[in-house]
């Protein structure tokens, strides 16, 4: 399990894992000495505090993998910011988002092979709580290249 959270993230550590019937809930930490503000991009290693961020991941097999993972919040340090208080970026993890990056990216390759009712079936087996309309708004996400048409011979 450790392996594949350190896969998202090298700083990932995990403190206790809960394997219930159709779920795994690991309590994971951030371990970050600092991070630039979203805001003014200063770099910051004031530490304000920790929050908790739940989230899916990849399922482990057929069960379901749910994380909640305490992240540092940091001060911005720049007087002219009004950002007085931000939590860190992260790639894998995109802001107001509840699904990793790669989570989603498993969901929308499946539902443009299949139909988002079909990806909500297949994500439902594997424990994922999707429904089809948030199936279709990851689809109607996904910057799709138009210049290149998949039917073209002269390539
Ligand atoms: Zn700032």
Not at 26 to 50: K, Q
Not at 103 to 113: E, G, M
Request: include cysteine; hydrophobic fraction near 35%; glycine fraction near 4%.
């Amino acid at each position: 399990m450790e392996r594949l959270l350190k896969r998202l993230d090298e700083r990932l550590s995990i403190h206790s894992v809960f394997y219930e019937d159709n779920q795994i809930e690991v309590n994971a930490r951030l371990s970050s000495v600092g991070a630039s503000c979203p805001r003014c991009a200063c770099y910051s290693s004031r530490r304000h505090g920790t929050y908790i961020r739940t989230w899916m991941d990849i399922p482990e097999g057929e069960t379901a993998v749910s994380v909640r993972l305490s992240m540092p919040k940091w001060f911005c340090d720049n007087d002219a910011c009004g950002q007085k208080v931000f939590a860190e970026r992260l790639d894998w993890l995109p802001v107001y988002q509840r699904r990793s990056a790669r989570l989603d990216a498993q969901i929308r390759s499946l539902a443009f092979s299949l139909s988002a009712l079909e990806t909500e079936k297949i994500c439902s087996a594997f424990g994922i709580r999707i429904s089809h309309d948030a199936v279709l708004r990851l689809v109607y996400h996904t910057e799709v290249d138009t210049g290149i048409s998949p039917f073209c011979r002269d390539r």
